[in-house]
């Protein structure tokens, strides 16, 4: 039984053209890092201050002023890129949720966004909290980002779902595998939309890899056959 189905945001169920990422990346350089698009890779579905507090100890020496000045430009630069070229969902997301839905799973957004971000990103895709999504969790929510568990436990917490056999996960980095992984999900699916390559997901811990989010309703059918 899924009772509940705990995805990611960004490259997961939003498409938003790696607009964070760049915003990331200029961010920190702005800030004297020397950190590359490689480095700034490494740290896809982290949560953000962490991975902003990293990169900054790339070429200088970081304190916490530099590491909120540099997150205050990382949310700025991402609002303008949002602003230009507004994210939309992923292909087949929406049936997916239909069929998770079907499935008697209730849907939580999990992400490595702060609030602000998280809170942005889902006005302009017009989603609601208590509506399109049931939960919403962000790292703001917990002590630590992936890959520890918590925003998972956080979303099953949310939603009334106490045994994480019954959780589904979905994302599409190493760390969001893991984070479903630690939390021990049921069902732990790597998808392939955000563009890491299909051999490091395969590395990481997992039940599922899928192409998308919009392959999801093939999965869960196939899952419920064979379960029948």
């Not at 053209?17 to 990331?24: C, I, K, P, S, T």
């Not at 994210?87 to 087949?92: E, I, K, L, N, S």
């Not at 971000?117 to 208590?130: A, I, Q, S, Y």
């Amino acid at each position: 039984m899924i009772a509940l189905a705990a995805l990611d945001i960004a490259g997961t169920t939003v498409e938003e053209g790696g607009a964070v990422y760049r915003a990331l990346h200029d961010a920190v350089r702005g800030h004297g890092s020397t950190a590359e698009v490689a480095d700034v890779a490494r740290w896809m579905g982290a949560d953000k201050r962490t991975a902003i507090r990293s990169l900054l100890t790339i070429g200088r020496t970081t304190d916490v002023d530099t590491v909120e000045a540099a997150f205050a430009d990382f949310e700025r630069l991402l609002r303008t890129a949002y602003d230009e070229t507004p994210p939309v969902a992923m292909p087949g997301v929406l049936d997916a949720f239909e069929a998770l839905r079907a499935h008697g799973a209730k849907i939580a957004l999990t992400t490595g966004f702060s609030a602000e971000v998280t809170g942005l990103l889902l006005d302009r895709l017009g989603w609601r909290e208590g509506d399109t999504v049931d939960a919403v969790v962000c790292t703001d929510d917990v002590p630590t980002g992936r890959p520890a568990p918590y925003m998972v436990h956080r979303a099953m917490e949310r939603t009334g779902v106490w045994r994480a056999t019954d959780v589904l996960t979905v994302g599409d980095t190493v760390l969001d595998l893991e984070a479903g992984s630690n939390a021990g999900a049921g069902l732990v699916i790597g998808v392939l939309s955000g563009g890491v390559p299909r051999a490091t997901l395969a590395a990481a811990p997992h039940t599922h890899l899928i192409d998308s989010v919009g392959s999801l309703p093939a999965l869960l059918a196939e899952a419920h056959s064979g379960a029948a």
